[in-house]
């Protein structure tokens, strides 16, 4: 979100650019099942952690960058809360919404910093694999906090890239993936810490996967 326009988005679609169209459902519950397990406990734990905060009831839960709606999907079935997905791609958000009905999907491109479409914002915000792709991606942190409720929190989580192992991967062995995948930012621990805290966050919790 933020990196390549909407026209372009519908071009890569057109297409059959692999990144733009595969099933992320097939890749969640198939090859990478046990990671986006971690990830779906790490979710709801703080999903937990803000009802009994706020005892609001129905929480809203957010995703910016929600994709085909796997996380949404995953959330849905444990939790009793209004989930709500935003995404620039349309094909992807044709998919969320016929796997997660009950949630509310609508296209959005972040890089205009539109205003939070839940007008009384979001307790819980889910901000997955998208900051990497962003060039301003401070500006973009800094933009969200404008949707978070008062009290709400943001849970925003990317791949460790920075590491010496990773480095080395793209180096040598695949240096052809970050071209494909469109990472523009490539964070360690100690560079998403000073992001995160640059953009006004306090920082609650940081754990690798």
Known sequence: ??????????????????????????WSFGVAKHVHALRQDF??????????????????????GCGDGVNLYRLSKAMDCRFFGYDYNELRLERARKLVPTAEFAAIDL??????????????LIFSHVIEHIDDDTGALRHLR??????????LLTPNEGCMSTRFD?????????????HVHFYTRRSLRRLVMD???????????
Not at 146 to 155: D, K, N, R, T, Y
């Open 111 to 124: 890089a205009k910093h539109p205003a939070c479409p839940v007008g009384s914002g979001a307790e819980v």
């Open 1 to 26: 979100m933020g990196v390549a326009e909407p026209k372009q988005v519908q071009e890569r679609i057109a297409a059959n650019d692999h990144w733009y169209t595969s099933s992320q459902f097939a």
């Open 170 to 182: 793209y180096r040598f062995v695949n240096p052809q993936l970050p071209a494909q995948t469109d």
């Open 43 to 64: 979710m709801l734990g703080w999903i937990e952690r803000a009802k009994t905060r706020t005892k609001k009831r129905p929480l809203n839960v957010v995703e910016v």
């Open 199 to 209: 953009a006004g966050f306090n920082i609650l919790e940081m754990r690798g996967e």
């Open 146 to 155: 404008q949707w978070l409720a008062p009290g709400g929190v943001l849970l």
